[in-house]
């Protein structure tokens, strides 16, 4: 059996009282891009920087292709590569310059840099912006670079933590084109940190964190599947009373998420026509669809993906 790529066990961490990861165990696949899909501040920074060395959990464990974070830190860190949230490049030099400082920390040198520099800048449509300083670059193209400087040193595993912030569609459309290029042609196993739910979706396999805790994890459409064939969605004034009252009548079980109700039908259509028929004084809306990633996050937890909660800072 190969080695995991990622396999943590039971990883929690606070910061003073404040815990901001609890008791989280996920395994990632060689190969693999892996979505860990939350809100700022549920815990996947934190995550983050224990997988990349520059934080020790408070307990449990995180090995990297066997790994460990803590006891083997310097072996950690030269099969990993990082995009932050923002570039991690220097505004004042080239694009060039900035790649040969990142490969010299990365113990790159001479005819093997020069040689991966020019095939990445090339892969990435970037070979006639080499001498253009970062700050000259817009922000999809310093993502690029950015991408790049990570991808030097052929690291076996790629953490990606909110790595499209602040781009456009069309470059953020771009960005992952690139990103998807490098998984097929070189293998790079791909840890991806985000709150965008059409980031997660084309992922192998993806975990919903929130509050420190991994909810669930699967396959994105096994775990659309499992909540059934159709999500059906009231809005009501009082979720409370119209939920007591479907289990009344109906035997229904159906959830309270913000001001309205989910319930999973394998006929929504029907289900929906009855209880308008019994109930449609209470009813403000209603809809149905097939379910979603954030269908699945709601069902989770309780409430909806809220990018920025008010205890976001608590991460940094």
């Known amino acids: 059996m190969a080695v995991p790529a990622v396999d943590i066990r039971d990883l929690t961490h606070r910061y003073g009282a404040h815990e901001a990861l609890h008791a989280v165990t996920l395994t990632v696949a060689p190969g693999h891009l892996y979505g860990l899909l939350g809100p700022n501040g549920g815990g996947k920074t934190t995550l983050f920087r224990i997988l990349s060395t520059l934080l020790r959990p408070t307990s449990g464990v995180a090995r990297v292709f066997g790994l460990d974070t803590v006891a083997e830190p310097d ?96 470059a953020r459309r771009a960005f992952w084109q690139l990103l998807h290029r490098i998984r097929r042609q070189e293998g790079t196993t791909m840890l991806l940190a985000t709150h965008l739910l059409d980031e997660a979706d084309p992922c192998d396999a993806v975990g919903i ?83 979603t990633l954030e269908d699945v996050f709601m069902t989770h937890t309780g409430h909806r993906l809220d990018p920025a909660p008010a205890d976001a800072m608590l991460e940094g």
């Open 75 to 170: 072996r950690v860190r030269r099969r990993l590569g990082v995009v932050f949230q923002q570039p991690a490049l220097d505004d004042e030099l080239t694009v060039t310059e900035n790649l040969w400082f990142h490969g010299a920390l990365y113990g790159l040198s001479g005819t093997r840099l020069r040689e991966r520099i020019e095939t990445l800048l090339t892969l990435f449509g970037l070979a006639d912006r080499r001498r253009d300083r970062i700050k000259t670059l817009s922000g999809g193209l310093q993502r690029r670079v950015d991408l790049v400087r990570s991808l030097l040193h052929q690291p076996d595993l790629l953490l990606l933590d909110e790595p499209t912030t602040g781009l456009d569609p069309v």
């Open 209 to 291: 964190i929130d509050r420190g805790r991994l909810v669930t994890q699967g396959a994105p459409e096994a775990l659309k599947a499992a909540l059934g064939g159709e999500t059906l969605w009231i809005e009501t004034n009082d979720p409370a009373d119209l939920r007591d009252r479907l289990l009344a009548q109906f035997g229904l079980e159906a959830r309270i998420i913000g001001s309205a109700l989910q319930l999973a039908s394998p006929d929504a259509p029907a289900l929906l026509s009855r209880i308008y028929e019994a109930f449609g004084d209470r009813i403000d809306r209603a809809m149905i669809r097939k379910p």
